[in-house]
């Protein structure tokens, strides 16, 4: 199993979902990773990738060929894919291994261009799911049933969880996220990280740490085309158009 890496040139992206009867963007992100493999990226896939825990076997296989054909494409240009496990895809943890130019792995750490870099999915940090992860499980099955009945809820949640997130007082944090990410991002850039990057929540910024770090989300593809570049230790948050 692979958890430290050394890369120049890495696009980060997380929260595809794809097999999410929600999902009408794997077409941008099919593009994407075409896009990734011709511009010489390596790709981290930060988590939820392929919606397991809301979706059927059926709705992940209609999405999984396309996705496997670009995956292939990376591989076909000499690039390597780096897959962490998220919370809706973590029956890939019995994966969690080198498969060729597929890594599966827990988190990253990244170092480029003299900078260490920390990747992981960030549902650890969810206070949620800490405090009662049979009841978020629950709830996860559940919102998966009423996504299928009325999809427009997801982004009113989503809006929800900013403007709840506005009214916070003393909040050091990327909007929309409860503070305790960026409070687990300062945690552990205290251990010597210079980035530290989550997925998991949806939502998309960046924000300063303390002593120089910076804390990055790249926000879910079900809203944005937004990616984390890394070129030789520059790390920034892009917005992708085809």
């Known amino acids: 199993m692979i958890t430290t890496i050394r890369a120049s040139r890495l ?14 963007r794997r077409g941008e992100i099919i593009a994407f990773l075409h896009w990734a493999a011709e511009a010489g990226y390596d790709i981290v896939i930060n988590g939820d990738g392929l919606e397991i825990a809301q979706a059927s076997l059926a709705s992940v296989a209609r999405d999984v060929p396309e996705f496997v054909h670009a995956l292939r494409r990376l591989s076909t240009e000499g690039r390597t894919v780096y897959y962490v496990v998220g919370n809706h895809d973590i029956a890939l943890e019995n994966f969690l291994e080198d498969w060729g130019s597929l890594r599966v792995a827990p988190f990253l750490n990244i170092e480029s261009g003299g900078k260490r870099i920390r990747v992981e999915h960030g549902h650890l940090y969810d206070p949620f799911f800490v405090k009662s992860p049979r009841l978020y499980e629950a709830a996860t099955w559940l919102g998966g049933v009423l996504l ?3 999809p427009p809820l997801y982004r009113a949640w989503i809006g929800l969880e900013r403007w709840r997130s506005y009214w916070r007082l003393k909040t050091r944090g990327i909007v929309g996220e409860p503070p305790e990410f960026a409070e687990a991002a300062r945690e552990i850039a205290r251990r010597g990280f210079d980035f530290v990057i989550f997925g998991h929540t949806h939502h998309s910024g960046q924000i300063q740490l303390d002593d120089g770090a910076s804390y990055l989300n790249p926000g879910s593809w079900l809203l944005a085309s937004n990616f984390v570049e890394i070129s030789e230790g520059e790390v920034s948050l892009r917005a992708w158009e085809r």
């Not at 696009?11 to 009408?24: E, K, M, T, V, Y």
Request: proline residues 6%; charged residues 20%; glycine residues 6%.
């Open 11 to 24: 696009a980060i992206i997380s929260d595809l979902h794809l097999g999410n009867p929600f999902n009408r």
């Open 148 to 150: 299928k009945i009325y």
